[in-house]
């Protein structure tokens, strides 16, 4: 007695084979390109946040210029994607950089420039400077003096031009430090506060690595944004 068969036939290998081989050349490519650029824009978002939490930002302009080349093509192993900032600035504080001034000075703003109280510039000047005291708007402040002599005649024939000129700036020698200063009060007895201070040459950035903590935030992301992504194109294909 003839013992009876058994037949196994198996359906749909040839389409399975194909899908495999079309994802193995391009669906994985897709979604590696859709992880780095999806990583780069997020850090994109998470640095533009750093940057509004650990700067004085006068304005939208360095946020903006925080900017993202998407990677391109399907080699996986050339393929990148780049965040980067185009002002040098940002270099600067992510490295805690010196600054050398390119005249005789580099400015540097006290707490008055920006509006905060006197002596409060030892915690760290928080404000932006105010539009009004920004240095490229104060104009020439190189005071005729005349014939006076000695610093302090020098720095009085300054303060009393100010206050005719109607300007109220002037640029004095106090001891071995120079500065702008705004003149207030009267022509008898009048103060002056520092608006800028001119005594460097070169000056020390201080240390804020936005992009590194940025990185610290958003590469832990990869994973899931990985998985995101080949999920998607198994879900086309």
Request: glycine content about 8%; charged content about 30%.
């Amino acid at each position: 007695m003839a013992k009876p068969s058994l037949r196994i036939e198996l359906k749909g290998i040839n389409e399975l084979q194909q899908a495999l081989e079309k994802a193995s050349k391009k669906a994985v490519a897709y979604a590696a390109r859709e992880t780095l650029n999806t990583l780069a824009f997020k850090g994109r978002e998470i640095w533009q946040g750093e940057m509004r939490q650990a700067l004085t930002l006068r304005n939208p302009f360095t946020e903006r210029r925080a900017l993202v080349e998407r990677a391109q093509g399907f080699q996986i192993k050339t393929m990148e994607a780049r965040l980067g900032h185009t002002e040098q600035y940002m270099e600067q504080l992510e490295h805690g950089k010196s600054v050398r001034a390119n005249e005789q000075f580099r400015p540097i703003p006290t707490e008055h420039a920006a509006g905060q109280a006197k002596g409060s510039l030892a915690g760290g000047r928080k404000r932006a400077v105010r539009p009004k005291n920004v240095i490229t708007k104060l104009g020439n402040l190189k005071a005729k003096v005349g014939n006076a002599k000695g610093r302090k005649a020098r720095n009085a024939r300054a303060v009393q031009q100010a206050i005719r000129s109607g300007k109220r700036l002037a640029l004095l020698h106090l001891d071995k430090r120079q500065g702008i200063y705004r003149v207030m009060g009267g022509k008898k007895n009048p103060t002056i506060r520092k608006l800028y201070d001119l005594t460097k040459r070169v000056t020390p950035k201080p240390k804020i690595p936005t992009l590194q903590r940025t990185l610290d935030k958003v590469l832990p992301l990869g994973p899931a944004i990985a998985l995101e992504a080949l999920e998607k194109q198994f879900a086309r294909l």
